[in-house]
């Protein structure tokens, strides 16, 4: 089994990799293809994602039995992996003829998601991104079993495999001059290959288990199902808001705008994933967690340590380096609202990576229904405020309904947490040094008033917000950044 240093540097090398082949090949397309027609593919790509988070919380329930189970040396994981597996495939094909039934009454035929000249394009297209959504959510179950022994490398080398095939497809697409059928086409021979290699690796470090329809068991399913149920709900919560939003910008404003949109949340969301992807090792550590006092001494140390780490990494990305994330933006793609957008999902991801480690500690004690309430919560103010405003004024605006709602969100989790562990929320939040957050937030949100008044030049309002967050987290960076120097050079890959 990998160690924790040698998993979270190939999940950071993975995900760094992806973020730099997600803009390139998200500008190729747009330049191909348009911003409108884009728009479609995005919005299409985004309900079918949905689909993975309608697994019934079988891919996240699987990392935590498998974990339970490396941690307790069972020898027999033949039940709960077969059933899992077949569970899988069933309901990948159930929600595969669903989705194209929701895509034919509610998408296809609204002119506002789907101008008429494209209708023939998406029609076709709505089926194949369809078939890429059964194939990926297949190899949701194999992906789920090697975090689950946390062997967390097999599956970044293999993001990096999916990245490069992705990338090759889009640049021979643009360059060949192919439509965006074809681009469909390419996706599922790339996810085709993904699972192939997947289930190579798997049968290569599970020859042991055997897989068979003999080997399902109804009393694994109802086990497995007790706890994945409350995890399927917030998967889903988790799951609306992006495509929601997308929806409503689509439907209220326009199908343009959901490109512009995009690119903004793609980068946004993919510095918080860094991170998040980083430390996905934090899941099988608090699956076998087993009692208060267990719960107490995580949180006050590798819990204290991570949530810490959340804040500075925060400070560092939405606030050192906003100026050159804001100088990049605006040259390689330089669309109208794109900085302020920007600006308005750092306002939310800063808090989230601080709560990343609390999320996942109440997730891994199977407290899921905890966090449904939560991810709720979101749903319901980002839907709210986005439609509000953008019928009575037009405006992007409405995005900060989801800072607000996720400010709720993670105060819930907060207290949660302190009953639950019996921690002194005082005496923690002053050790992960909370009030810098606090001073983070303040910045960014005088960052957006300024940017959408349009009175000031971005590049002087980003100078103050890089130069004010170094001064803030400057003794926090100069000592992380000599503690990563020297666990790097001690590191074998």
Not at 45 to 50: A, G, K
Not at 395 to 423: D, H, R
Not at 478 to 486: E, P
């Amino acid at each position: 089994m990998p160690s924790d240093k040698k998993n979270s540097a190939w999940l950071s090398i993975q995900f760094v990799i992806s973020v730099i082949f997600s803009l390139i090949t998200l500008k190729l397309n747009i330049s191909h293809f348009g911003k409108e027609l884009f728009g479609v593919w995005i919005i299409f790509i985004s309900i079918w994602n949905l689909g993975p988070a309608l697994d019934l919380g079988f891919s996240t329930a699987i990392v935590k039995y498998v974990a339970e189970a490396h941690d307790k040396k069972k020898a027999s994981l033949d039940q709960l992996l077969s059933t899992s597996f077949f569970s899988f495939l069933s309901i990948g094909i159930l929600l595969f003829a669903a989705g194209n039934i929701i895509f034919r009454i509610f998408l296809l035929k609204n002119t506002s998601i789907v101008p008429f000249q494209y209708y023939s394009d998406a029609n076709i297209l709505s089926i194949l991104l369809g078939i890429v959504f059964l194939i990926s959510f297949i190899s949701l179950f194999f992906k789920a079993v090697f975090e689950g022994s946390s062997n967390f490398v097999i599956t970044s080398r293999i993001g990096l495999l999916q990245n490069i095939l992705i990338m090759s497809s889009v640049i021979l697409v643009t360059y060949i001059n192919l439509s965006i059928i074809s681009l469909a086409v390419f996706y599922i021979i790339s996810q085709t290959i993904i699972l192939i290699v997947l289930m190579v690796f798997y049968f290569k470090n599970f020859s042991s288990v055997k897989i068979r329809p003999s080997n399902f068991s109804t009393l694994k399913l109802k086990e497995i199902g007790s706890f994945s149920l409350s995890v399927q709900m917030v998967s889903i919560f988790n799951a609306l808001i992006d495509p929601l939003i997308k929806f409503i910008i689509g439907n209220y404003n326009s199908i343009s705008l959901v490109s512009v949109y995009e690119v903004a949340r793609r980068f946004a969301i993919s510095i918080s994933l860094f991170f998040f992807t980083t430390f996905k090792t934090i899941l099988p550590k608090t699956s076998i967690l087993r009692n208060r006092k267990e719960y107490k001494d995580f949180l006050y140390n590798e819990g204290a340590k991570y949530t810490k780490l959340g804040i500075i990494y925060s400070g560092l990305s939405f606030g050192v380096f906003s100026i050159f994330i804001a100088l990049f933006l605006d040259y390689w793609f330089g669309y109208n609202n794109l900085l302020l957008i920007f600006m308005m999902l750092a306002l939310p991801e800063s808090i989230n990576n601080f709560g990343y480690t609390i999320y996942n500690f109440i997730l891994g004690i199977g407290k899921a229904s905890i966090l449904a309430l939560v991810q709720f919560t979101n749903l319901i103010a980002v839907v709210l405020a986005m439609s509000i405003i953008f019928v009575l004024f037009n405006s992007p605006l409405g995005l900060l309904g989801y800072f607000f709602s996720v400010i709720i969100g993670n105060t819930l989790m907060l207290f949660y947490v302190k009953k639950k562990a019996g921690i002194e929320l005082v005496k923690f939040l002053k050790f992960i040094k909370f009030y810098k957050l606090i001073a983070l937030i303040t910045l960014l949100v005088i960052g957006v008033t300024f940017i959408y008044l349009g009175r000031i030049n971005y590049v002087v309002i980003f100078t103050f917000l890089c130069s004010a967050s170094l001064f803030l987290f400057f003794n926090d960076l100069v000592f992380y950044f000599r503690m990563f120097i020297n666990q790097f050079k001690d590191m074998k890959f």
